[in-house]
C-alpha cells in the first residue's frame, strides 16, 4: 500500500478551488476506421435486402 498520504481537495476551499480548475488534456476519442463502417454498413444493407426479398417472394 502507498506510504504517501492522500490529500484531500475537498478540504479547504483554495484547495479544491485549485482542484477543479485544473487543466487536464482529455483524451481523445479514438476515430473509427472508415472501412470498418462500410463494412456494417453493407452487412445491413445485404440483410435488409435479403428480407425484403424473402417476404415479397
Known amino acids: 500500500m502507498s ?4 490529500i484531500d481537495p475537498a478540504g479547504n476551499t483554495q484547495q479544491f478551488r485549485a482542484f477543479a ?3 487536464e488534456p ?3 476519442p479514438e476515430k473509427r476506421s472508415p472501412v ?3 463494412a ?5 444493407v445485404v440483410v435488409i435486402v435479403a428480407v425484403a426479398a424473402y417476404f415479397v417472394l
Do not use: D, K
Not at 506510504?3 to 492522500?6: D, I, L, M, S
Open 3 to 6: 506510504e504517501q498520504p492522500q
Open 36 to 38: 470498418l463502417m462500410i
Open 40 to 44: 456494417i454498413a453493407l452487412v445491413v
Open 21 to 23: 480548475q485544473r487543466n
Open 26 to 28: 482529455e483524451a481523445a
